[in-house]
């Protein structure tokens, strides 16, 4: 069975920065997708940024050039947030796709403050 895991996340005033990072457990496929969504209050959930385990990336145009998503090995997967805005205000959700199937994680608050 898949999990994922993540961390990071917390409160931080406008401007600065904060790195989420996720690791998946259980049986993968070696050639995936892992990445990042996110979901506010009242708001559908959207994708923030995916990198394949091939090194191909993805970005929200919202978050292209503060957000940088990257991966340490086939498991992981890490966000580094920098120049964040209140409107980053969610709940971050690590994504892992491969084949037709996606698992999720729990889900990390990350509140920016102005």
């Known amino acids: 069975q898949v999990q994922l895991v993540e961390s990071g996340g917390g409160l931080v005033q406008a401007g600065g920065s904060l790195r989420l990072s996720c690791a998946a457990s259980?049986?993968?496929?070696?050639?995936?997708?892992m990445g990042w969504f996110r979901q506010a209050p009242g708001k559908q959930r959207e994708l923030v940024a995916t990198a394949t385990s091939g090194g191909i990336t993805t970005y929200a145009d919202s978050v292209k050039g503060r957000f940088t998503v990257s991966r340490r090995n086939l498991r992981t997967v890490d966000l580094q947030m920098n120049s964040l805005k209140p409107e980053d205000t969610a709940v971050y959700y690590c994504?892992?796709?491969?084949?037709?199937?996606?698992?999720w994680g729990q889900g990390t608050q990350v509140t920016v403050s102005s």
């Open positions: 259980g049986s993968i496929f070696s050639i995936n997708r």
């Open positions: 994504n892992l796709h491969y084949t037709a199937d996606d698992y």
